[in-house]
């Protein structure tokens, strides 16, 4: 497959990976097949063996534990780039989590400390990582996280995630009018629903999977590597007039009523 564009001489940070069926997987293929250096993370000893192989097929540069929800971890990882390499030219965060007892209740019944959870793991933490970035895009760059429709309707059995979304669609305006300056650039990917690991953790996904597809103009639902090709795009200096933009990817599903 060739490159969509050239990215030969860019480095990036990946966040997100799961295993090579996750969207965060397909998005870093993208990068590396247009030239793109890369850095990827993963969330813990149980999970590196599920990453290890991806980052190994991609010759990533760093392969480094990051888990948002423990202290120093997040920092570690922009420290040991700054070290390594000086720089960074884009990143991509594609993470997300509510306990499974709130994520399977309706809005009303959610609890507090679930809402939070899930906020500061889904949301608050790609504003920290662009802070932490911000300082290594010495030359601009670009900040790419993973949202889903359900930030903008109501999706059934999404529950809390869609307010959650809707935020971190929010907070990506607003890094991007923040960074501007900066030549900081910011983008959500509204990428429609896939079977990934994290997807299953939504009550009936099958469902919504078949309702999707049923709607979608084309009939077909979007692949890791779609959404990669996207991604791959919005990290060039092309992508900058759409700074700020929530970008789709579900092959127009978002287009009919």
């Not at 911000?134 to 996280?145: C, D, E, I, K, V």
């Amino acid at each position: 497959m060739s490159p969509i564009v050239d990215l030969a001489g860019k480095r990036g940070l990946v966040v997100g990976i799961a295993n090579d069926a996750s969207i965060a997987a397909g998005c870093a293929a993208a990068f590396r097949r247009a030239g793109a250096e890369l850095a990827l993370t993963y969330l813990n000893e149980k999970a590196k063996p599920f990453v290890q192989p991806v980052a190994d097929t991609l010759g990533a540069a760093h392969l480094l534990p990051c888990d948002v929800r423990i202290p120093g971890q997040l920092e570690a990882v922009f420290d040991t780039l700054a070290q390594d390499w000086g720089r960074l030219d884009f990143l991509l965060h594609s993470i997300a989590f509510a306990p499974r007892e709130d994520l399977h209740a309706s809005l009303l019944d959610c609890s507090a400390e679930g809402f939070a959870l899930a906020m500061d793991v889904s949301c608050h933490s790609f504003i920290r990582m662009a802070r932490l970035a911000a300082p290594l895009m010495t030359q601009g760059g670009s900040l790419m996280t993973v949202s889903f429709y359900g930030a903008d309707r109501v999706v059934e059995n999404y529950n809390l995630m869609g307010p959650v979304k809707a935020a971190l669609e929010a907070s990506v305006r607003t890094i991007a009018a923040d960074g501007a300056a900066r030549g900081l650039r910011a983008y959500a990917i509204s990428a429609g629903p896939i079977r990934t690991r994290a997807a299953s953790g939504i009550d009936r996904f099958d469902a919504l999977l078949d309702k999707v597809r049923e709607r979608t103009p084309a009939g077909r639902l979007v692949g890791i590597e779609d959404v990669g090709g996207i991604a791959a795009f919005l990290a060039s200096p092309a992508a900058a007039p759409l700074s700020g933009s929530v970008v789709f990817a579900d092959n127009g599903f978002h287009t009919v009523a």
